[in-house]
């Protein structure tokens, strides 16, 4: 803080002017013109994690990987990390329909349904 005993008083006065101003309808009305968009924004749509969009659909990220190996849409690729979009993905689970997933092995084979996973997910096979 200033030592200068006019810098405190002076600041106090234009804080509470500010206020004042910022108080009047006039104002108010002026800063929300200024303030709102003049055209509707589009919503951009987040992008999950293999975490997230494994939460998101109900299942374990082993899935999401297994998935992914059979052509599950990926939005972005940075490095080894993947970027999901929600609606690609249940689009794609709705159209792939109800067959399980087959688990990478180590020699041994064990197939996943995933009916249960477009269940959770909210998708009806049409």
């Keep these: 803080m200033s030592s200068d005993p006019l810098v405190n008083p002076l600041a106090r006065i234009l804080g ?3 206020v004042q101003v910022l108080r009047r309808p ?3 009305e002026a800063i929300r013109a200024v303030a709102a968009p003049s ?5 951009v749509e987040r992008l999950l994690s293999k975490k ?5 659909l109900g299942v ?3 899935t999401i990987d297994r998935l992914v190996r059979e052509g599950m849409p990926v939005a972005v690729f940075a490095g080894e990390s993947k970027r999901f979009e929600l609606d690609a993905c249940r689009q794609w689970l709705s159209q792939r329909g109800r067959r399980p997933t087959t688990a990478a092995t180590n020699g ?3 197939e ?3 009916s249960d996973v477009i269940a959770r ?4 096979r049409q």
Excluded: K
Excluded at 39 to 43: D, G, H, K, T, Y
Excluded at 121 to 124: E, F, I, K, Q, R
């Design 108 to 110: 041994t084979h064990r």
């Design 52 to 56: 997230g969009i494994a939460t998101a």
């Design 26 to 28: 006039d104002v108010i």
């Design 16 to 18: 509470d002017v500010v």
């Design 112 to 114: 996943i349904d995933v």
């Design 121 to 124: 997910a909210g998708l009806v």
């Design 60 to 62: 374990s990220q082993s």
């Design 39 to 43: 055209a509707p924004v589009e919503p």
